[in-house]
C-alpha cells in the first residue's frame, strides 16, 4: 500500500515538472512541436491514391494476344552453323580417328602422351570396371566415396609435393567450384583477361569484384596491385576484411603461351595475395616429369596457395583435381559445389588416371618424347607461307592463323572451316578454335587449334604440316 501511495505521488511530480516545462517553453517552439505531429498524424492516416485501373473488353483482350509475339528461347541459328552439322567420330580418339567415314590423322583431341590406346590404362579400365561397375551414382559425402578415389588422391598429393588433393568428377568444375569456394561478394580478384571459360565461370559464380589484367603482361598487373595498395592505405578498416586472390593459367589453352610465373610470384610476395594456377594444359606435359609449370620454373609449390589441373588430357582419364596444404583441400570437401553435389568420379575411371600416373612416375621418356614432337612440328609450321603460329616451342597446343589475318570473326572463322573440311578429306583432322562468342570476357581471334602428342613420328609431322600449307593455299586461291 505504501509503495503505489509512493508511485502515485512520483507520477504526479512528474506531471507537474512537464507543465511547467510547457508553460516554461517558447510559443515556436510549441507551435513547430505542435505541425511536426499533425504532419505525422497526417502520414499515418492519409490514404495514398489509387486510380482506377481501366478494365479491357473481351475484344481488346484478344487483340493484345494476338498482337503479342514471344521473344525466341534461343537466337536464331543459320542452316550452316558447325552446331547443327557436326563432324561423327566412329573410332577411338586416338593417335588416328576416323572423322564422317574418313580415316585421319588425329591432331586435334588432347591426347597430349597418346594414353587413349595406352594398353596398362586400357586394362586398368576394365579390371576397374569389373570390380566397380560403371559409376558411382552418388556425390562423394553420400557413399559416392571408393577407396580408389582415396588412393588416387593420396597419389596425386605426392605426385605434386602437396599435402592433400581433392577429386572432382568433371575437369570444367573444378577450377569453377574452388574460385567461389574462397572469393565471395566483396573481394577481390586480379585475373589474367585470357583465362579459360571455366575460369571465367568461376569468377562470375564468385561474385567477387574482378580486375583484369593484360594477358602475360607483368607490368599491367603490377599497376593494378599498386593502385589497390593505394586504395587499401586510405581505407585501412575496409582493407583488412578484404581478401585478395591472384587467377592465371599455366599453359593457356586459347594462346599455347607459358604464364611468366617466377615474375608474378614475386608480385604475388610483395603484395600478399593468394594465388591459384589452373594447369589444365601443363599437367603431365611441363616440367621434367610432367608435374606442370610449378616444376617447369623450378619454384617452390609451397608458394602456390592452390593449383588445378584435369585428368581429361594427359592422363587421358576423366575429372580434375585441386590440391594443396590440407586446410585449403579440406574447405573444398565443405563448399566446393562440384564436389558436394555432383556424383563422385567414376571408379574405372580414377583406375585410369592411376595407371596413367604410374607410366609417367615409372618412365618419364614419353614427356621428353612429346617435348621433342613439339618442338619438330613448330619449326615445321613456322616454315610454311601463309600461316602464323602462335604458342610457345614446347607447348603442345598451337593456334595457326593466316598470316594476314583481315576480316571480321565471321568470315576468317568461316575460311578455316574451309582448312579443316580441305584436311580432313586428305586424312588430317584439324579443328577450329570454338567459344561462346557472347560469353566470353575477351574473345580471342580465330585460329585453328592445332594438338601435339608423344606418338607422332617425324615422318607423320612432316607430312601434316605439308597437308596444312596446301589447306591454307587452297583456300587464300
Known sequence: MLSMIMMSIDM??????MMDSLISAPKYHLALEGCLLMCL????????????????????????????????LVPETPADHYALNPRIVTSKLGKRIVVDGTDCLNLATHNYLGFVENDRCIESAIKGLRKYGVGSCGPRGFYGTVDIHLELESRLAKFMGVEEAVLYSYGFSAISSAIPAYSKVGDLIFVDEGVNFAIQQGLLASR?????????DVEDLHRLLSEQADIDRKNPKKAKVTRRFLVVEGLYINYGDICPLPQILELK????????????????????????????????????????????????????????????VDHQRLSGLGYCFSASLPPLQAAVALSSLDTIERDNSVIEKLRQNCQIMHSLLKNIPHIAVFG????PVKHLRFANQNGDHKLVTHKLEKVVTYAQERGYALTVS????????????PSIRLIVNAILTEQEMKASALMIGQSFEFVLN
Open 208 to 216: 567477387s569484384k574482378i580486375k583484369f589484367f593484360k594477358h602475360n
Open 41 to 72: 498524424l497526417w502520414l499515418i492516416f492519409h490514404k495514398s491514391y489509387k486510380p482506377e485501373a481501366s478494365k479491357l473488353t473481351e475484344k481488346e483482350k484478344e487483340d493484345l494476344i494476338n498482337e503479342w509475339t514471344p521473344e525466341p
Open 12 to 17: 504526479k511530480w512528474e506531471l507537474k515538472e
Open 392 to 395: 610457345q616451342t614446347i607447348s
Open 434 to 445: 570454338r567459344y561462346l562468342d557472347q560469353s566470353e570476357h575477351l574473345l580471342p581471334e
Open 269 to 328: 610476395k610483395k603484395y600478399k595475395v593468394r594465388m591459384f594456377i589452373d594447369d589444365t594444359c601443363g599437367f603431365g606435359v611441363l616440367g621434367a616429369n610432367g608435374r606442370g609449370v610449378v616444376e617447369h620454373f623450378g619454384v617452390d609449390v609451397a608458394d602456390i596457395d592452390m593449383i588445378c589441373a584435369t585428368l581429361e588430357n594427359s592422363m587421358a582419364a576423366y575429372g580434375g583435381f585441386c590440391c594443396g596444404t590440407s586446410f585449403i
